[in-house]
């Protein structure tokens, strides 16, 4: 008697969970193309994925200007999901991928500081005046934005 010993998928398996979640997700893509097929040839590409989550549909894209044109065409969206679902899709929400947005972090500007030459000419100019207040008010500048700027002065 010979052994029939042939490798099982893991959908031949008595746990259903993986047929569960293939389900989900192809049922996920049929959405996605329903929805693909109602928007211009531009938008097409900016949706990156989408979840339905009971009557809620959220659509993801990659940058702000797609997500604003695509809520242009949200009641065409919410059909389309709702066709291609058989139940009705009543909200819609449009989100911007994070992994995008930390691609362009935001800078901060730091303090724009005059070259040390200017602070150089600063310092020298009010080095031989120093009873007037204006004077060592801009001497004390001088001598701040020295240690701002990191770099000693050579007095």
Do not use: W
């Amino acid at each position: 008697m010979a052994n029939n010993h042939s490798f099982k998928t893991p959908l031949a398996f008595p746990n259903k969970t993986l047929a569960v979640i293939a389900l989900h997700a192809k049922q996920q893509s049929i959405i996605l193309n329903a929805i693909r097929a109602r928007l211009p040839d531009e938008l097409t590409c900016s949706i990156k994925y989408l979840a339905v989550s009971g009557s809620k549909l959220q659509v993801y894209t990659d940058n702000a200007a797609n997500a604003t044109k695509l809520r242009f065409h949200g009641p065409s969206l919410l059909v389309a999901a709702s066709v291609a679902m058989h139940a009705k899709v009543l909200s819609l929400q449009i989100r911007i991928t994070e992994t995008l947005r930390q691609e362009y972090p935001a800078n901060k500007p730091g303090p724009k500081l005059p070259s040390m030459d200017v602070i150089k000419a600063l310092r020298n100019n009010q080095a031989s005046q120093s009873a007037d207040p204006v004077n060592q008010a801009l001497m004390r500048l001088s001598l701040t934005l020295e240690k701002l700027s990191n770099q000693p002065t050579e007095s």
